[in-house]
């Protein structure tokens, strides 16, 4: 018998001879997507002929990044949206921003020099999550200074509120605040799924690296196509 590819992928050496996971269960009811990050100011992009040499080398090392969004990781969430909402599942998000004008309040992961340094204050249009994949009628967003969605939210507390045991998780980046919650999930007693072809980090090495270190031990990796397998039936 042929296993799922999911159950054979992204095993880093501790689980290289680890069976099998067991087939996900998710319970309508106990289940909720978690979207995380996908915000304006990781999507836009500047006119390349506006552009100085330097400036031009870092639009052009980030071009692939835009294009896994463009092509596989936007169209991807959307389905997600789609099915669960669909379905009757829990829809939440996540964003990384401040409350504060001067950024004050961030965590000082959200202050060290460098690509990480973003001042995001959460009313402004940098801040706000993508409109093709925006949060519809009562959904719950939570607003986060920290790589984490569970240590700077009270999301720890609302997915209990709300029943859910097993958190899909999807957005960016794979290699930060996807793979923060996701272990931070885990270390709640969360069961939790990783939609692959839902995230992205800056390149795929980073992508792909971070899969194999996370999957396993705090979630198991499965693509899109997969996980519509293992979901209930659509209601009807």
């Avoid at 969430?77 to 961030?106: K, M, S, Y």
């Avoid at 009270?154 to 709300?162: A, D, G, K, P």
């Avoid at 198991?220 to 997969?226: L, Q």
Wanted: net charge negative.
């Amino acid at each position: 018998m042929t296993l799922p590819h999911w159950k054979t992928a992204f095993r880093s050496l501790y689980y290289a001879d680890a069976p099998p996971p067991a087939d996900p269960v998710f319970e309508r009811g106990r289940t909720a997507l978690l979207v995380i990050d996908v915000q304006n100011t990781y999507l836009a992009r500047p006119d390349p002929a506006t552009l100085d040499r330097e400036a031009r080398r870092r639009y052009d090392a980030w071009t692939p990044f835009h294009e896994r969004m463009r092509m596989t990781v936007l169209p991807n969430i959307r389905a997600l949206l789609t099915r669960f909402r669909g379905d009757g599942h829990e829809v939440l998000f996540a964003r990384i921003a401040c409350h504060t004008r001067d950024g004050r309040d961030r965590s000082l992961s959200q202050k060290l020099p460098g690509w990480n340094n973003l001042l995001l204050p959460k009313d402004e249009w940098a801040s706000q999550i993508e409109a093709s994949i925006a949060p519809v009628g009562d959904e719950i967003v939570v607003t986060k200074t920290t790589d984490s969605a569970l240590t700077g939210t009270n999301l720890r507390l609302i997915l209990t509120n709300l029943g859910v045991q097993h958190v899909v998780c999807c957005g960016i980046f794979t290699d930060q605040c996807v793979s923060s919650t996701v272990r931070s999930l885990a270390d709640e007693s969360f069961q939790v799924t990783v939609v692959h072809d839902a995230c992205a980090a800056a390149t795929d090495e980073l992508h792909d690296q971070e899969l194999a270190i996370i999957n396993m031990i705090y979630c198991n990796v499965i693509s899109a196509a997969e996980l519509y397998a293992y979901l209930p039936p659509v209601s009807r």
